[in-house]
């Protein structure tokens, strides 16, 4: 697969786990579905992308399968396999205050060097944190807020 | 009872003939001497010897018809009333012997009777005794139980009582830092926060 058929990829899924993720919650259950509907299903979503494309194929095996609740856990997944192909990873950060772009930079540089990969960054401006900042990068929360501080000293001072 | 009846009637025969000879001397005496004034052949005591004479032959008859015929029946009669008797005086004693030995039974079995109530009220008395130590020991038990589980209780909710306080005061130190922290918290500050976090983040 090249490239670009990767990204190409990546983003129909992601497309297709919004419009699973939209549904009600546990609406595609498996059992809930007859094979007919699953398939009605799977016709609409792969609409835009044609039935008989790659994506529009394994849509319609997971529909064969009663697995089309699982869309968004395998967008995920791919996306981590995207980025590991790729050499990527990406991190969230959360802040109490907006952060310039120096600050942002910072990070971004500081997390390359820690993960040894290009870090593609999500920021969200947190005002609960009081100060500092939190990064969640590779399932791992490095944590400098003051709201944790806090915290911390709570706990230890309760013993 | 037959013989006693043979007896009977060889003692009226004996008796009958006695009777006739009587009679027949004092009519020969009333045919000697009966009509006044006539003199006697023999005189008057020839005629009371022959009365005797017949009359100790009488009796001599008498008693060997009684000897032979009336006394064996009446002997039998009489050993067998001695029999008789003598069973019965056995039968008596033999029954004042089981008498005395039911009295001696019964005197036994009262003395045993007494002996087993004494016996069995100082059972009951041991019983009742064990009894009390058993309850006053189970009770001792329960109340150390019952002392240890409040002392423990205690202690527990003493405990927890402080743990409270503590994470209420803790609590409480919190909350104000906070608000210190949102009242006092300049921009530079939040910079700093920030640089420093950028420094040590690979310690973390």
């Known amino acids: ?159 | 009872m037959s013989a006693l009846r043979d007896s009977i009637r060889c003692a009226g025969a004996a008796a009958g003939l006695v009777l006739v000879n009587v009679a027949v001397a004092f009519a020969s005496e009333a045919a000697h001497g009966g009509a006044p004034g006539a003199e006697a052949h023999q005189g008057p005591d020839s005629a009371a010897w022959l009365t005797l004479g017949f009359s100790f032959v009488n009796f001599t008859i008498f008693v060997i018809l009684i000897r032979k015929y009336a006394w064996p029946a009446i002997s039998s009669s009489l050993s067998s009333r001695r029999r008789e008797v003598a069973d019965a005086m056995a039968a008596a004693e033999q029954a004042r012997q089981e008498a005395e030995a039911i009295r001696r039974d019964y005197a036994g079995k009262e003395a045993a009777l007494d002996e087993t109530r004494r016996r069995m009220l100082e059972e009951l008395r041991l019983g009742a005794v064990a009894d009390r130590d058993k309850l006053l020991k189970e009770a001792e038990a329960a109340a150390r139980r019952m002392r240890a589980d409040a002392e423990r209780q205690a202690e527990h909710d003493l405990a927890r009582a402080r743990r409270e306080l503590r994470a209420e005061a803790a609590r409480l130190a919190a909350e104000l830092a906070e608000k210190e922290v949102r009242a006092k918290l300049t921009d530079a500050d939040r910079a700093r926060l920030v640089r420093e976090f950028v420094e040590g983040v690979a310690r973390q």
């Open chain 1, 1 to 159: 697969m090249e490239s670009g058929d990767t990204e190409q990829v990546g983003a129909g899924i992601s497309e297709l786990a919004d419009a699973v993720a939209s549904l009600d919650a546990g609406s595609l259950a498996p059992g809930l579905l007859t094979p007919a509907q699953r398939e009605q299903l799977a016709v609409s979503l792969v609409a835009r992308i044609g039935k008989d494309s790659l994506l529009g194929k394994f849509v319609g095996v997971l529909a064969a399968n009663d697995r089309l609740e699982q869309m968004p856990a395998i967008r995920d997944n791919f996306s981590k396999l995207e980025d590991a192909a790729a050499g990527r990873v990406r991190v969230h950060v959360r802040s109490a205050t907006a952060l310039t772009d120096t600050e942002r930079s910072s990070l971004r540089s500081k997390f390359e060097t820690i993960t040894g990969r290009r870090v593609i960054d999500t920021v969200e401006v947190d005002a609960d944190l009081l100060g500092g900042v939190t990064v969640e990068a590779e399932g791992r929360v490095y944590d400098g807020s003051v709201r944790t501080q806090l915290a911390r000293l709570e706990r230890d001072m309760a013993g």
